[in-house]
């Protein structure tokens, strides 16, 4: 299950695929063009030709989780098209899920406390 909170990485396939692909697909192109474990905890996010849908591949201990949504109007802020994956935060992936542009979520950079209290 995909719990709140969760500290998964979040990568954009930043190349469309065929939305016809289902989870095993999907998988096989996280594996073989990707070069990643898909069975790592890593979660995908994968676009479109159109821009207009996504599909969400997480690995969740129990078995596959697929994800799929459409945008009732208009597209996602999609990176450029390239080769290769590109890694957002957790506040992005929520703003690029939303519909959001995902380009203007910036994470503020904290340094980690040396001592409690």
């Known amino acids: 299950m ?9 990568l954009v396939a930043t190349r469309p695929v065929d939305f ?16 990643l474990d898909p069975h790592s905890g890593v979660m995908v996010i994968f676009r479109s030709k159109r821009g207009d849908r996504l599909k969400i591949l997480v690995w969740d201990g129990t078995g596959m989780v697929l994800v799929y949504k459409v945008l009732e109007q208009g597209k996602f802020a999609w990176p450029k ?37």
């Open 2 to 10: 995909i719990v709140a909170g969760q500290r998964l990485p979040i």
């Open 20 to 35: 016809r692909c289902g989870h095993q697909a999907l998988a096989l192109i996280v594996q073989n063009t990707l070069r």
């Open 81 to 117: 098209v390239q080769d290769g994956v590109m890694r957002l935060s957790r506040a992005q992936c929520e703003a690029l899920v939303e519909g959001l542009d995902w380009r203007r979520v910036m994470a503020q950079r904290v340094t980690v406390p040396t001592a409690a209290g």
